[in-house]
């Protein structure tokens, strides 16, 4: 069983249009979050989910909009998507601490066109 | 403000030799701990190792080692016994509180280390 899984895999699109990433763990971790991996390979945190609560929000467009639905879930929707969109998404989950190593989705490619 | 700095861009090794890549950060947070991971080509992130700002001892995983030196703020990759398959991107991280609650972790801009026949 994947541990961490989003969907899809990968993603192209019109500039303009509306998008949305799914995640789900089954680690029972109590954290999600999302992570933007740009074309140079830099890993920046957007999101971060505990329990369901919203607890990191970078500065990230307001066009991006984190849902959890429960502690399992956090779906990332992108609206009126722009070519700087471009990247590689990971989710991720760990526990609570900053001893918690963090468990990765398998990444979700976007390409703006 | 946290950060991480991985000073290599690049780096070659010589199948089965050792190889370093290194690592330092910056925070003022007593209590803080310090990752890698791997991502190689085919994209997904590997956990390697992990090493707690208390531990007294350097955490080592097989062939990888952490040379962690907290005066120096530096918390070195060792791989021993390089492997055509160590090939990959590798990436410093480190997790600390927030004053405003919950666990942040951060990266480094990465380490492309290729290893030759």
């Known amino acids: 069983d994947t541990a961490v899984s989003q969907t899809p895999k990968y993603l192209v699109t019109q500039m303009g249009n509306d998008k949305s990433i799914k995640c789900e763990q089954n680690l029972g971790h109590d954290t999600m979050y999302w992570y933007k991996q740009d074309s140079k390979k830099f890993l920046k945190i957007m999101f971060s989910y505990n329990n369901k609560e919203l607890i990191i929000n970078e500065t990230v467009p307001n066009r991006f909009s984190p849902k959890s639905p429960d502690k399992a879930h956090l779906n990332l929707h992108i609206n009126s998507l722009e070519l700087g969109d471009s990247a590689v998404y990971f989710c991720a989950s760990s526990r609570t601490g900053e001893n918690e190593k963090l468990f990765f989705g398998s990444g979700t490619q976007l390409s703006v066109l | ?117």
């Open chain 2, 1 to 117: 403000a946290q950060k991480i700095t991985q000073t290599q861009p690049g780096m070659f090794v010589q199948e089965k030799e050792a190889v370093t890549l290194d690592c330092t950060y910056d925070t003022s947070d007593p209590s803080y701990g310090l990752f890698w991971y791997k991502q190689p080509s085919s994209g997904e992130m590997i956990f390697l190792i992990y090493q707690g700002s208390y531990d007294q001892q350097n955490a080592t995983e097989g062939r990888y080692s952490l040379n962690f030196q907290k005066a120096r703020k530096s918390a070195n990759l060792v791989i021993s016994a390089s492997q055509l398959g160590d090939s990959a991107m590798y990436f410093c991280a480190m997790r600390e509180v927030r004053n405003t609650g919950g666990f942040k972790t951060i990266f480094g801009a990465g380490t492309r280390l290729f290893v030759k026949a």
